[in-house]
């Protein structure tokens, strides 16, 4: 049985990169089809095997999908590194810190520079397509310090939804974990991944963050893993993360 994919799926699929990183190869015509540049829009059709039935090449070599198990896991991204497997200006990358993992895993969402906590990084690109669309439901839980007091009246604004510079954000949950003279601790829960959302709403409201750490990703909690360092996804935790609860 064959069916036509778009082209970027079938790349994610063969376990290469994230359907967005296909979609910029592609459009840098790092992709061709037959030995013609692709273009975003393209199609391949696809056998029982999970191949395309032509040759799909990503600067010069073949792509296809190999009978292998998925390797998926958890890193505890530390500040001061970017959220991508290279780095145009040359800075710190989590590619340095997986570089021991045993398969080319690449992030599902994004940490900023700044932030530091739990990024799942996998080579299944179903499972980072599900992860990353808007539609996703399982929430994120971060805490963020504050260096300020906070006051009751900007923490109702934080439970509320949101509109900033004309973009419109969900309500989150936010609760105070500790509250000082002049620093706050928060443990917010977004249940969706816009850029820089929890720092755009605190700063909308003149609350610095001095610090910004994602602790777990729904029952998926960092725990006790050392900055810097990974650990492996169990199928349980996979299964979850995939909604087959």
Do not use: F
């Not at 592609?26 to 391949?44: E, N, P, Q, R, Y």
């Not at 001095?210 to 990974?230: F, M, N, Q, S, Y």
């Not at 349980?236 to 909604?243: E, H, M, T, V």
């Amino acid at each position: 049985m064959t069916q036509l994919i778009r082209l970027q799926k079938y790349i994610a699929d063969c376990g290469l990169m994230s359907r967005r990183a296909a979609e910029e190869e592609i459009a840098h015509g790092s992709v061709t089809v037959d030995g013609i540049v692709a273009h975003l829009g393209d199609k391949v059709e696809v056998g029982g095997s999970g191949n395309a039935l032509c040759d799909v090449k990503l600067r010069g070599t073949l792509v296809e999908r190999k009978a292998q198990r998925h390797t998926t896991i958890m890193l505890n991204k530390p500040r001061g590194y970017v959220t991508t497997l290279s780095d145009e200006k040359g800075r710190a990358c989590v590619a340095e810190l997986v570089a021991d993992v045993g398969a080319r895993v690449y992030p599902c969402g994004r940490l900023d520079y700044e932030s530091e906590g739990l990024l799942i990084l996998t080579d299944d690109g179903e499972l980072c397509n599900l992860l990353t669309h808007p539609r996703h439901k399982i929430p994120k839980i971060y805490h963020v310090k504050l260096g300020a007091a906070i006051t009751t009246a900007q923490l109702d604004t934080l439970n509320r939804p949101m509109e900033i510079e004309g973009e419109r954000y969900k309500a989150a949950r936010a609760e105070i974990v500790t509250l000082k003279k002049n620093e706050t601790v928060l443990r917010m829960t977004l249940h969706e991944g816009r850029n820089r959302q929890i720092r755009k709403m605190c700063e909308s409201l003149n609350l610095p963050i001095t610090a910004l750490k994602r602790v777990a990703i729904g029952e998926l909690e960092l725990g006790d893993l050392r900055i810097g360092k990974w650990r492996r996804l169990t199928p349980a935790q996979i299964s979850y993360l995939k909604g087959k609860r």
